[in-house]
């Protein structure tokens, strides 16, 4: 039912993928988004796609759920390769009133695609093999120089993590609303969408009272438990770079020195 | 010196409506085991958050281990020192790891990691749900969400735990679960303030405290309390189903000795009636 749902898709596993530091995770994805904009020849471009694919194989997740992510978005991949397609400049190969086909373009809607597959099987990878709390988790932690510009890291962690607690409760309390509201006769499944939406009315005024006054009882909860906000506060998990996360920073690296070398070898084609 | 005093405490929510507490005095001395018992608004959860200084008293004082709770340097060290279990189990747990939820407490106080490792073991271990503590807190029932949450005070490493009515959410099972974890809690020196509206849940502690409007109607061991049927009644407050038999026995004019308070008492008196 809807309390199955999962926020963030974690796939439990004991890959080496599921194994690294979840920072360091995070910063090689940020990595290797920046890498794959930076390829310019097919041969550089193939580099990043069979590193992604290494990672994928690596990664310990069934490769159906890779597939799955990319349905959602193949509509834009369709479109955007499209539009590149006639962005491109030179000598028109076909031409159709104001529309030209160049060389280029069909180079260009090729580079796109790619680069987005890339970039979301990436992506997934990461929500695939960490855990909603080790994201947080180390989201504050390489947050943490942002505190010099007085950004509040510690309570923007705080709040990811309360509400990442809170979706399945929520969740399971929609549920309940609607089995009550359903049981006085409210109609929700008849209609356009305007009374579909206009039917949800008496499901979210209870869910919001409701959601205030658990926010209430958490404060005092977390008062009682002598709360007072990041300053002095110690955590029990400590994160360690391991060899492994090493080894991949070192992949990341060789990744970026093949690329480089790509690049100054062949010539650019786009 | 008792463990807890309370003296003369007075206390509204706002100046207009009248006194929920109107002078409320208390003595809980170290280890023991108190029930408070009371119906709807009579100020017995008011009571139990001035214990841990989550409200002040506006006449009167409350001084834990020699620290008065109006002192403002003190009242994080009152907090760590007098746990409190609310009744909704779902709205106390922070973290969606049931370990992490633990740790809370502690990672607040500025304890050691390493340290905090150990507490966070042994206090899933003290409410036995060590096998749970890579586990998700929606996924438990509300018997075991509460005893997570009992152990997110118990790794304060508290010397008092007030319970404010743990069990009114759960089901029969969750509640057994929940007054055996206090049981250990009480064989480990812990003090216990169980607020509560279930008479066979206040029969198990050392002693009984009766509230009514703001006041404390009587107190004293179960026995004692609950063998003045008449004044509770009078009070609309109930005791105990074998005490209520036996009342009721009485009414018709059978003797008796003592009065029963649990089913096994009650057949033992029943047992010496019809003899």
Same mark, same amino acid.
Do not use: W
């Given at each position: 039912?809807?309390?199955?749902?999962?926020?963030?898709?974690?796939?439990?596993?004991?890959?080496?993928?599921?194994?690294?530091?979840?920072?360091?995770?995070?910063?090689?994805?940020?990595?290797?988004?920046?890498?794959?904009?930076?390829?310019?020849?097919?041969?550089?471009?193939? *580099?990043?796609?069979? $590193?992604?694919?290494?990672? =994928?194989? +690596?990664?310990? !997740? &069934?490769?159906? #759920?890779?597939?799955?992510?990319?349905?959602?978005i193949i509509l834009i991949i369709i479109i955007t390769s499209i539009l590149n397609?006639?962005?491109?400049?030179?000598?028109?190969?076909?031409?159709?009133?104001?529309?030209?086909?160049?060389?280029?373009?069909?180079?260009?809607?090729?580079?796109?695609?790619?680069?987005?597959?890339?970039?979301?099987?990436?992506?997934?990878?990461?929500?695939?093999?960490?855990?909603?709390?080790?994201?947080?988790?180390?989201?504050?932690?390489?947050?943490?120089?942002?505190?010099?510009?007085?950004?509040? *890291?510690?309570?923007? $962690?705080?709040?990811?993590? =309360?509400? +990442?607690?809170? !979706? &399945?409760?929520? #969740?399971?309390?929609?549920?309940?609303?609607?089995?009550?509201?359903?049981a006085r006769g409210a109609d929700m499944e008849s209609g356009g969408i305007i009374?579909?939406?206009?039917?949800?009315?008496?499901?979210?005024?209870?869910?919001?009272?409701?959601?205030?006054?658990?926010?209430?009882?958490?404060?005092?909860?977390?008062?009682?438990?002598?709360?007072?906000?990041?300053?002095?506060?110690?955590?029990?998990?400590?994160?360690?770079?391991?060899?492994?996360?090493?080894?991949?920073?070192?992949?990341?690296?060789?990744?970026?020195?093949?690329?480089?070398?790509?690049?100054?070898?062949?010539?650019?084609?786009? | 010196?008792?463990?807890?005093?309370?003296?003369?405490?007075?206390?509204?929510?706002?100046?207009?409506?009248?006194?929920?507490?109107?002078?409320?005095?208390?003595?809980?001395?170290?280890?023991?085991?108190?029930?408070?018992?009371?119906?709807?608004?009579?100020?017995?959860?008011?009571?139990?958050?001035?214990?841990?200084?989550?409200?002040?008293?506006?006449?009167?004082?409350?001084?834990?281990?020699?620290?008065?709770?109006?002192?403002?340097?003190?009242?994080?060290?009152?907090?760590?020192?007098?746990?409190?279990?609310?009744?909704?189990?779902?709205?106390?747990?922070?973290?969606?790891?049931?370990?992490?939820?633990?740790?809370?407490?502690?990672?607040?106080?500025?304890?050691?990691?390493?340290?905090?490792?150990?507490?966070?073991?042994?206090?899933?271990?003290?409410?036995?749900?060590?096998?749970?503590?890579?586990?998700?807190?929606?996924?438990?029932?509300?018997?075991?969400?509460?005893?997570?949450?009992?152990?997110?005070?118990?790794?304060?490493?508290?010397?008092?735990?007030?319970?404010?009515?743990?069990?009114?959410?759960?089901?029969?099972?969750?509640?057994?679960?929940?007054?055996?974890?206090?049981?250990?809690?009480?064989?480990?020196?812990?003090?216990?303030?169980?607020?509560?509206?279930?008479?066979?849940?206040?029969?198990?502690?050392?002693?009984?405290?009766?509230?009514?409007?703001?006041?404390?109607?009587?107190?004293?061991?179960?026995?004692?309390?609950?063998?003045?049927?008449?004044?509770?009644?009078?009070?609309?407050?109930?005791?105990?189903?074998?005490?209520?038999?036996?009342?009721?026995?009485?009414?018709?004019?059978?003797?008796?000795?003592?009065?029963?308070?649990?089913?096994?008492?009650?057949?033992?008196?029943?047992?010496?009636?019809?003899?």
């Amino acid at each position: 039912m809807i309390r199955d749902i999962t926020l963030g898709q974690f796939v439990p596993g004991k890959g080496i993928i599921h194994r690294m530091d979840p920072r360091v995770k995070i910063l090689l994805l940020i990595a290797f988004i920046v890498f794959i904009f930076c390829t310019f020849n097919f041969v550089s471009l193939g *580099v990043c796609a069979a $590193a992604v694919l290494f990672v =994928i194989f +690596l990664s310990d !997740v &069934p490769f159906k #759920l890779y597939l799955k992510s990319l349905k959602v978005i193949i509509l834009i991949i369709i479109i955007t390769s499209i539009l590149n397609i006639f962005y491109g400049s030179g000598t028109p190969i076909f031409e159709l009133g104001f529309l030209k086909i160049t060389l280029s373009g069909i180079y260009r809607a090729i580079f796109v695609s790619v680069r987005i597959i890339c970039l979301i099987l990436i992506s997934s990878c990461l929500t695939f093999t960490t855990s909603p709390t080790d994201l947080t988790d180390a989201i504050e932690r390489l947050m943490k120089p942002l505190k010099v510009f007085h950004i509040k *890291v510690h309570e923007i $962690a705080m709040m990811m993590t =309360i509400a +990442l607690r809170f !979706v &399945p409760t929520l #969740l399971e309390e929609t549920d309940k609303i609607m089995s009550a509201q359903k049981a006085r006769g409210a109609d929700m499944e008849s209609g356009g969408i305007i009374k579909k939406i206009k039917a949800m009315t008496p499901v979210l005024i209870p869910l919001f009272v409701s959601a205030f006054r658990r926010a209430y009882e958490l404060a005092m909860a977390m008062e009682c438990r002598c709360y007072r906000g990041g300053n002095g506060r110690t955590r029990m998990k400590i994160l360690h770079m391991k060899p492994l996360d090493f080894g991949c920073v070192g992949f990341a690296a060789a990744l970026l020195a093949g690329i480089i070398v790509c690049n100054l070898i062949l010539p650019a084609v786009i | 010196m008792s463990f807890i005093t309370a003296e003369n405490i007075k206390f509204s929510y706002d100046e207009e409506n009248k006194n929920v507490l109107d002078g409320v005095s208390l003595k809980i001395e170290k280890g023991d085991f108190v029930a408070l018992l009371g119906h709807n608004g009579c100020g017995k959860s008011t009571m139990a958050k001035m214990l841990n200084a989550m409200l002040l008293p506006d006449e009167g004082t409350i001084v834990i281990e020699n620290m008065s709770t109006k002192d403002e340097e003190l009242t994080f060290e009152i907090r760590r020192t007098v746990g409190l279990v609310l009744q909704n189990p779902d709205n106390q747990l922070v973290a969606s790891v049931i370990e992490e939820d633990v740790a809370f407490g502690p990672e607040n106080l500025g304890v050691e990691p390493s340290e905090i490792r150990k507490r966070v073991d042994e206090a899933l271990k003290a409410v036995d749900m060590y096998e749970y503590r890579t586990h998700a807190p929606h996924k438990l029932s509300g018997g075991q969400k509460q005893r997570v949450a009992i152990a997110g005070i118990l790794a304060m490493q508290p010397s008092c735990v007030v319970f404010d009515e743990p069990t009114a959410m759960l089901d029969p099972n969750g509640r057994e679960e929940v007054m055996k974890t206090i049981h250990t809690l009480k064989s480990r020196g812990i003090t216990v303030v169980l607020i509560t509206h279930y008479m066979n849940e206040a029969v198990q502690a050392d002693r009984v405290v009766v509230m009514d409007s703001g006041k404390i109607l009587t107190e004293g061991t179960p026995k004692e309390v609950f063998s003045q049927v008449n004044l509770l009644k009078k009070h609309s407050l109930d005791v105990p189903q074998a005490t209520e038999l036996a009342y009721k026995l009485i009414g018709v004019g059978l003797r008796y000795t003592e009065m029963p308070l649990t089913a096994e008492e009650c057949v033992s008196f029943l047992e010496g009636v019809l003899r």
